[in-house]
């Protein structure tokens, strides 16, 4: 069984600039979480979906966070414009159902200059 | 809101027993789980407990949960060298019925040989 996917595995962008991460759950898979991992803390939820539906955003920053999940499968985060604290790694992980066990993929490494 | 809170380091050596203790907040939390993460990686599920088991032993992992003093350890025995690794503790927000998972810092395991 394939694991859930991520690209780019790394980004290095300017402040200001706007940047894309793209994640690929596990077949089957409806529940899809997007967490933001600042070096040295541990992953905070930034939005979850149910299918293409969100379910929890609470903890996304709107003003410049955005994510969609348009069919229910793949999903991407966008960040517009970047500040030097969004440098952080991006998980991306998937569960059958809310609740469910998360499987987590590596991860994308941004790093604001 | 929910706080979860680990030792941020652990040395052993090769072959002794490893304990990472971690503490939390919300006393309604039903799940509580370990992740572990190697360089690079994402998160691996360690183990789980539900809310109403005291201890959980999977092989070299033994789980132990005090609800009375909101603590939860995970101890590793005959630990080795790919042990190494930062060790998670998480748990479902108590008034979430969508999975939410609250993290803690992290607590590096460091195995000398």
């Known amino acids: 069984e394939a694991g859930v996917a991520q690209s780019p595995r790394y980004k290095i962008i300017e402040k200001r600039q706007s940047v894309a991460f793209w994640c690929n759950p596990i077949?089957?898979?409806?529940?899809l979480y997007w967490y933001q991992q600042i070096l040295g803390q541990g992953p905070k939820l930034l939005i979850q979906?149910?299918?293409?539906?969100?379910?929890?955003d609470s903890q996304l920053p709107k003003d410049r966070f955005s994510a969609e999940r348009l069919k229910g499968v793949d999903s991407t985060l966008k960040i517009q414009p970047a500040k030097l604290e969004d440098s952080a790694v991006y998980l991306c992980?998937?569960?059958?159902?809310?609740?469910?066990?998360?499987?987590f993929g590596p991860g994308t490494r941004l790093t604001v200059l | 809101g929910e706080d979860v809170e680990q030792s941020l380091f652990l040395s052993v050596r090769e072959g002794d027993s490893s304990v990472i203790n971690c503490t939390y907040t919300?006393?309604?939390?039903?799940?509580l789980y370990w992740y572990k993460q190697e360089p690079g990686a994402g998160l691996q599920l360690l183990t789980y407990?539900?809310?109403?088991?005291d201890m959980k032993q999977d092989q070299r992992l033994t789980v132990l949960l005090n609800k009375k003093d909101k603590h939860l350890s995970l101890r590793i025995a005959d630990t080795q060298t790919g042990d190494s690794a930062i060790y998670f503790c998480?748990?479902?927000?108590?008034?979430?019925?969508?999975?939410?998972?609250?993290f803690g810092q992290g607590t590096t395991l460091q195995v000398k040989p």
């Open positions: 992980a998937s569960s059958l159902g809310p609740g469910g066990e998360q499987f």
């Open positions: 077949s089957g898979h409806a529940t």
């Open positions: 979906f149910q299918n293409n539906g969100v379910v929890d």
């Open positions: 919300d006393s309604s939390s039903t799940y």
């Open positions: 407990i539900f809310s109403n088991m």
């Open positions: 998480a748990v479902v927000h108590g008034s979430s019925n969508t999975g939410k998972l609250i």
